[in-house]
């Protein structure tokens, strides 16, 4: 995987491996991303019905796009955004939930090299959904979680 | 056979829910998923009509391990690409199917975050 790793102070590590990194304003997605390593710990059949087990591989994926869209976010908006929720998703992917009384946000990211793929709405009743490469994306084209 | 009937959108649907699916007391939007393959296909509910919550918990492979969340019916149908129908089990005249969730694409991600927006629970799962 090809991911750019930033050089803040607080890491996020796999395995003794560093993901990303993050700056100090980041603090809770952080927090968000050390919870959401339970995904990892689900076994097969974890559901009664034979859903599989997570990848460290998606996991990865679903980590270094959130951070490097939250950096993003923040040096070019000025704004933290809000801490989304990360949950697992259908058939090994990975959900990312923004949910305030503002925003409903769903991310999903695949297991596979499929785009990832969003549904939003906002307070003002816009909705949007869409489809991304989360290696190579436009910050201009997507909902912002703030 | 029981006879197809039309579900009124006032009417409530109660949709199993493993434990699997519930971190941190919240449910999660991966719960939402259609089984079953061709006209069969959808994802399996109890109309209230014909059941309580508790008999829709009873039906699951494991009630220990499960919980029931309602829907609206209207709520539902509400839902672009999304329909409710009656589809009656010799041994489940409740049982109802929501259909319209696709295999992939950014309309199967809409469809699980509004569906999440528009349960409620009923039963929580033993943890």
């Given at each position: 995987?090809?991911?750019?790793?930033?050089?803040?102070?607080?890491?996020?590590?796999?395995?003794?491996?560093?993901?990303?990194?993050?700056?100090?304003?980041?603090?809770?997605?952080?927090?968000?991303?050390?919870?959401?390593?339970y995904i990892l710990d689900l076994q097969p059949?974890?559901?009664?019905?034979?859903?599989?087990?997570?990848?460290?591989?998606?996991?990865?994926?679903?980590?270094?796009?959130?951070?490097?869209?939250?950096?993003?976010?923040?040096?070019?908006?000025?704004?933290?955004?809000?801490?989304?929720?990360?949950?697992?998703?259908?058939?090994?992917?990975?959900?990312?939930?923004?949910?305030?009384?503002?925003?409903?946000?769903?991310?999903?990211?695949?297991?596979?090299?499929?785009?990832?793929?969003?549904?939003?709405?906002?307070?003002?009743?816009?909705?949007?959904?869409?489809?991304?490469?989360?290696?190579?994306?436009?910050?201009?084209?997507?909902?912002?979680?703030? | 056979?029981?006879?197809?009937?039309?579900?009124?959108?006032?009417?409530?649907?109660?949709?199993?829910?493993?434990?699997?699916?519930?971190?941190?007391?919240?449910?999660?939007?991966?719960?939402?998923?259609?089984?079953?393959?061709?006209?069969?296909?959808?994802?399996?509910?109890?109309?209230?009509?014909?059941?309580?919550?508790?008999?829709?918990?009873?039906?699951?492979?494991?009630?220990?391990?499960?919980?029931?969340?309602?829907?609206?019916?209207?709520?539902?149908?509400?839902?672009?690409?999304?329909?409710?129908?009656?589809?009656?089990?010799?041994?489940?005249?409740?049982?109802?199917?929501?259909?319209?969730?696709?295999?992939?694409?950014?309309?199967?991600?809409?469809?699980?975050?509004?569906?999440?927006?528009?349960?409620?629970?009923?039963?929580?799962?033993?943890?």
């Amino acid at each position: 995987m090809n991911t750019k790793v930033s050089e803040y102070k607080n890491k996020i590590e796999l395995n003794g491996k560093v993901i990303q990194t993050l700056p100090d304003t980041l603090l809770s997605l952080q927090k968000a991303i050390e919870k959401s390593k339970y995904i990892l710990d689900l076994q097969p059949n974890w559901d009664g019905e034979d859903a599989e087990a997570y990848t460290e591989n998606v996991w990865i994926k679903a980590v270094a796009f959130l951070c490097e869209f939250s950096i993003d976010i923040f040096d070019t908006f000025g704004k933290t955004p809000v801490t989304p929720s990360i949950y697992h998703g259908p058939e090994g992917s990975i959900d990312i939930l923004w949910k305030t009384d503002d925003l409903n946000l769903l991310l999903n990211i695949p297991k596979d090299d499929q785009p990832a793929t969003f549904s939003g709405e906002n307070s003002l009743g816009q909705e949007y959904e869409g489809s991304l490469n989360t290696n190579n994306y436009s910050l201009s084209f997507l909902p912002h979680p703030f | 056979m029981w006879e197809i009937e039309i579900i009124p959108d006032d009417a409530v649907l109660y949709y199993r829910v493993h434990k699997g699916y519930v971190v941190d007391g919240q449910l999660i939007p991966g719960v939402f998923k259609e089984r079953g393959e061709g006209e069969n296909r959808g994802m399996s509910t109890d109309w209230n009509k014909y059941s309580s919550t508790k008999e829709a918990l009873a039906r699951s492979r494991n009630p220990a391990d499960n919980g029931i969340v309602s829907f609206i019916t209207g709520e539902v149908r509400d839902i672009k690409d999304i329909v409710v129908e009656h589809a009656p089990e010799p041994d489940n005249r409740a049982h109802s199917h929501i259909k319209g969730i696709p295999p992939k694409k950014p309309m199967k991600t809409r469809i699980r975050r509004q569906l999440l927006d528009a349960c409620k629970w009923e039963i929580k799962p033993e943890k």
